[in-house]
């Protein structure tokens, strides 16, 4: 068996804000409408949390469930309980139309703290940063790739394809870099 490992290594950089990649985390990308039946016990049996309103994401502890689309949510749990979650969901969800798969490894995940967090995504994401909310999760692009990011109490976390990670991190640097112009 290999050895699990984050995207970077735990990169990290700081500036006026901090940057750092943060993993590995479990994630599953669960898709299922809204109306499944039993959809949002198996979601709570799984991360502790309510099913997430649009555009919303529900943090307990170390686990979470964010909605990414209309039938599309992504369950964060610790790496080592994908399978347990991946069968609890199976067996919740049994003989209903959905769709759960580990998509953990295909994933990088950062988190951006400080006071100035919110400037480092301003730069780079095309979002009305002075409406966004604790809680609120917003799927968007960061600079030229596919992300998604929301912010709690200390800063921001965002995810995105591992294939894209250093460059990410490079933007991130980048942004919380002072006097840095990004284009």
Excluded at 54 to 68: H, L, N, T
Excluded at 82 to 111: M, N, P, W, Y
Aim: aromatic letters at 6%; charged letters at 20%; hydrophobic letters at 50%.
């Amino acid at each position: 068996m290999s050895k699990v490992a984050s995207a970077l290594g735990g990169a990290r950089f700081d500036g006026f804000a901090s940057v750092r990649e943060i993993g590995p985390l479990g994630m599953i990308t669960l898709r299922a409408k809204p109306d499944v039946p039993g959809l949002a016990a198996a979601v709570t049996a799984v991360t502790g949390t309510a099913l997430p309103a649009q555009r919303r994401i529900e943090v307990a502890g170390d686990k979470a469930a964010g909605w990414m689309s209309p039938d599309e949510y992504l369950l964060i749990v610790p790496y080592t309980e994908v399978k347990a979650a991946l069968a609890t969901l199976a067996e919740k969800l049994a003989g209903q139309h959905h769709l759960a798969v580990d998509v953990s490894d295909a994933r990088a995940v950062f988190r951006i703290e400080g006071a100035q967090a919110a400037e480092v995504l301003m730069k780079l994401a095309p979002v009305d940063h002075a409406t966004l909310t604790p809680g609120e999760l917003r799927r968007t692009r960061v600079a030229q790739v596919a992300g998604a990011f929301w912010a709690d109490e200390t800063g921001y976390s965002l995810v995105c394809f591992r294939s894209v990670a250093s460059y990410v991190m490079g933007l991130l640097s980048h942004s919380a870099t002072k006097g840095a112009e990004l284009f």
